[in-house]
């Protein structure tokens, strides 16, 4: 299981309430994952423009 090095959150526990326990988070491969899907997106939109 993918846990956080800094505060110990699991990647589990971000997926199912939504959010991250700090920034350390963020480099969880599965954390990652989704938020490149979320600001993927997004960031696909603002390049159109
Ligand atoms: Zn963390």
Known sequence: ???CPK???SADE???TGFVGCEKCYDLPSIKEVVD???GGKRH???EK
């Open 1 to 3: 299981m993918e846990v």
């Open 7 to 9: 505060c110990h959150t």
């Open 14 to 16: 971000i997926l199912e």
């Open 37 to 39: 899907k979320m600001y």
């Open 45 to 47: 939109k603002q390049n």
